[in-house]
């Protein structure tokens, strides 16, 4: 029977370090996507072991068995597109940073391991201890003068060497015009990025810092700032329509 889910790590970061009430949106299409924009106050996007559908990328079709979700994609590029608009605070995670690229026209590789001089970024799902899986898997280079730099003010951490994990196959082949790269990976793996031009909050990440914000700060911090811009939307949403009165006579 076909589900609707999300994992219990993304409910925990929202209750956490968010500071949100987390909200699943289904993968119902874009009409539900405009429904339920305006009663959103952050758009978090998910990771997911699909792939974005290569028609939407102008890519060549998957590898038979490489496992794809249109329904997802009709519900969260309409939504990334619709958020970006309405200045809508965006933390795109993994899967969710494909799609933002994709919904702002950029293009995907589809099995980085395969691509001379890169590395393997996918961890077996199969691995017996789950620290492996989702545990560092190699270190990302992050711009000195970017956002995420920015947010990570004050910390503990050096731009030459961010670790991270890694579970996925593809990644950003061209970035779309409005994707301004932040973080790379040794290989010049695209890995994170932010959207040029956003009203609000809107920074996609390829690794899961949804996995470690217990222990790593910078993940921590992430999903704080995400939270902080959130709440600054909603307040500001919700302050009355400035309505032009007539001057006085
Ligand atoms: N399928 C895409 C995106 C990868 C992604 O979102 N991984 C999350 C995996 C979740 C899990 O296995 O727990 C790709 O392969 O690049």
């Known amino acids: 029977m076909p589900n609707h889910a999300v ?3 993304y409910i925990k970061v929202v209750l956490g370090p968010v500071g949100g009430i987390p909200v699943l949106v289904p993968a119902a299409g874009g009409a539900v996507a405009e429904e339920i924009l305006p009663r959103l106050d952050g758009l978090m996007l998910t990771g997911s072991r699909s792939n974005v559908a290569p028609g939407l990328y102008a890519g060549p079709p998957h590898l038979e068995g490489t496992p794809e979700d249109p329904a997802r994609d009709s519900t969260t590029l309409p939504l990334i597109l619709g958020a970006l608009e ?3 605070p965006i933390l795109a995670i993994c899967r969710g940073f494909q799609e933002l690229n994709v919904a702002l026209g950029g293009t995907l590789d589809q099995r980085i391991q395969d691509l001379p001089g890169r590395m393997d970024h996918s961890t077996p799902s ?8 989702t545990g560092k898997a190699h270190a990302v280079r992050v711009a000195a003068d970017g956002l995420l730099a920015r947010h990570w003010q004050g910390l503990d951490w050096s731009p030459d060497a961010v ?7 593809q990644g950003v082949a061209h970035p779309a015009a409005r994707l301004v790269p932040e973080a790379w990976a040794p290989d010049g793996t695209i890995e994170a990025g932010r959207i040029e031009g956003a009203r609000g909050f809107a920074i996609g990440v390829q690794w899961h ?7 790593d700060m910078l993940s921590r911090r ?3 700032a995400f939270g902080h811009a959130a709440r600054g939307y909603a307040s500001r949403m919700a302050q009355p329509a400035l309505t032009p009165t007539l001057a006085a006579e």
């Open 7 to 9: 994992s219990d790590h």
């Open 86 to 88: 309405a200045g809508l």
């Open 126 to 133: 199969d691995q017996a201890l789950p620290k492996v899986r």
């Open 163 to 169: 670790p991270v994990n890694s579970l996925h196959n």
């Open 209 to 215: 810092p949804e996995y470690d914000w217990a222990e």
């Open 222 to 224: 992430l999903f704080e």
